[in-house]
């Protein structure tokens, strides 16, 4: 069995730097980083009411409503029993 040359192991140790700075820079900076957290003490006080929006507004009351075709387009199917 052949010895592994300079060069391979040279090649194969950079690699193994590289991948594990890549891991490193993925827990420590990426996705998997560790998440800050902001703590506050409990503090008691009184609440001034505020208004507060994101600027979308909502109907207060929904309606349906459908086109109306006229009798004449519809011929004789609309006054069809069913």
């Known amino acids: 069995m052949?010895?592994?040359s300079v060069r391979a192991l040279a090649v194969g140790a950079v690699a193994l730097l590289v991948l594990a700075?890549?891991?490193?820079v993925?827990?420590?900076q990426g996705p998997m980083a560790p998440v800050r957290v902001t703590t506050?003490?409990?503090q008691a006080g009184t609440l001034a009411p505020t208004v507060f929006g994101?600027?979308?507004v909502e109907a207060r009351v929904r309606t349906r409503s459908?086109?109306?075709l006229?009798?004449?387009c519809l011929g004789s199917w609309s006054t069809r029993d069913r």
């Open 2 to 4: 052949k010895r592994p």
């Open 21 to 24: 700075g890549f891991g490193w």
């Open 26 to 28: 993925i827990a420590r």
């Open 40 to 42: 506050a003490s409990v």
């Open 54 to 56: 994101i600027g979308t």
């Open 66 to 68: 459908a086109r109306q």
């Open 70 to 72: 006229p009798a004449a």
